[in-house]
């Protein structure tokens, strides 16, 4: 018998098609093995595939990006929020997802979608690993690496360093960490960009997890709690945030543009 999963992909951080952040939207009515979601995960090849189940506006989430299982992911979160108020009829104003990073919220705010996200922090490093100056192809004027201990961000003079970056991917494989370079942002307050390929992302073109970092550092730096971010990728997006009680909101738009079905053979599914 052949599971017929619905698919949808979503551009997230856009109101246009190619541009934002493209993610798998893909609603269960149960969960399948890890190992299945990992391999339909790899198989779809995007930065991001959310799994979710649930109804009436409470639902558990899960990412996976081609390599592996993640904790936090914005971006796939927006475009869940997105499919189920736009797609699966659920008319909840405010979205729950209980994910391994506690529970977070989507709000419907007019035309926009609003996360909030936990708040995180970075602890500036004493050296910089020759790795990442051999993969950035440049040496940052200061270095942080997040609580989770997973991303690195270096810290640029300007929006010109950040975006003239050629990095060697394999030698930032070798980092085993991902790598977030960030500036202030000329017409912007900030800017990013976000390299990963040890995780399966040679770069992402807009992260919203990096953001619950990187606005509690701009707002300090910058000293308000609202700030305008650009994601200066090939695709690029922007991000509206703000820094609220330990949480960072950032509202952004989507926009669907791939709807179908993912078959699948139930003797390979498995359940959880």
Not at 32 to 41: E, F, K, M, P, R
Not at 44 to 50: M, Y
Not at 103 to 121: C, D, I, M, Y
């Amino acid at each position: 018998m052949t599971l017929h999963i619905p698919f949808f992909q979503v551009d997230a951080f856009s109101d246009q098609a190619f541009s934002g952040n493209p993610a798998a939207v893909m609603p269960l009515h149960q969960w399948l093995d890890s190992a299945v979601l990992q391999s339909i995960a790899a198989e779809n090849n995007l930065s991001e595939t959310a799994f979710l189940v649930g109804g009436e506006g409470h639902y558990q989430l899960r990412w996976f990006t081609p390599t592996i299982e993640v904790d936090l992911c914005g971006h796939a979160t927006l475009a869940s929020a997105h499919i189920l108020m736009t797609e699966l009829g659920d008319h909840a104003d405010i979205l729950l997802f209980e994910t391994k990073s506690g529970e977070l919220q989507v709000t419907r705010t007019e035309q926009r979608l609003t996360l909030n996200f936990p708040a995180a922090e970075a602890s500036v490093l004493d050296s910089v690993p020759k790795a990442l100056i051999q993969g950035l192809g440049a040496t940052p004027e200061s270095l942080m690496l997040d609580a989770s201990g997973r991303n690195y961000y270096a810290v640029f003079r300007d929006e010109t360093c950040v975006r003239s970056l050629v990095p060697d991917m394999g030698q930032l494989t070798k980092l085993e960490h991902g790598v977030v370079v960030t500036a202030p942002g000329d017409n912007s307050d900030c800017v990013s960009r976000y390299f990963a390929p040890g995780f399966g992302i040679p770069e992402d073109p807009v992260t919203g997890s990096i953001h619950c970092v990187l606005v509690p550092y701009w707002g300090k730096r910058l000293g308000h709690c609202e700030i305008l971010a650009h994601q200066v990728s090939q695709r690029g997006g922007s991000l509206h945030c703000r820094l609220v009680e330990g949480r960072v909101e950032m509202t952004g738009d989507a926009i669907t543009v791939i709807k179908g079905y993912f078959e699948l053979d139930q003797s390979a599914a498995g359940s959880a």
